[in-house]
């Protein structure tokens, strides 16, 4: 059991660090189209046809320190991604699932097998607890038990 828990805390921190990644993935795409400035990339084929205000790009020595660093986050993180990957246990195949399944089965019928024991165990006991307590009221009411001097 212990064991399946500690499969489940890597698949819990393995959803965390993905959802992490994405968030790296787009926060980098946000800023990548939102700082960058329009460049010429062939001589006179296709021309820049619209500018951004020098206050909303980068300069290009900002720019390219900013990529790096994105660049660095997004391989960090998916290599924390790979490493919890790499440690989840193999798969089951059908057969022991199936057995496995079968063994939790009969576990939690003999289980429900001893609630229903103890369920109706309690109820006799609360049924002689009740029996007693009215007969000792029923003494007090009558007057039988003498009470110390």
Known sequence: MLQELSHMDRITQLQDEIQQ?????SSTIAYLTSRANF????ASEIPI?????????????????NKKELVTDLIVKAKQVEYLINSLPEPESEEEQAKRL????EE???ANEEYIQAVARSKELHAQVSDFLKLMLM???AGLIEKPP
Not at 39 to 42: A, E, N
Not at 102 to 105: G, V, Y
């Open 21 to 25: 990644l994405l968030t790296i993935l």
């Open 39 to 42: 460049v010429q990339l062939s």
């Open 49 to 65: 046809t619209k500018q951004r205000n020098p206050e909303k790009y980068d300069a290009p020595e900002v720019f390219e320190a």
């Open 102 to 105: 079968k063994t939790l089965d």
């Open 108 to 110: 939690m019928t003999v």
């Open 139 to 141: 003494e007090t009411d």
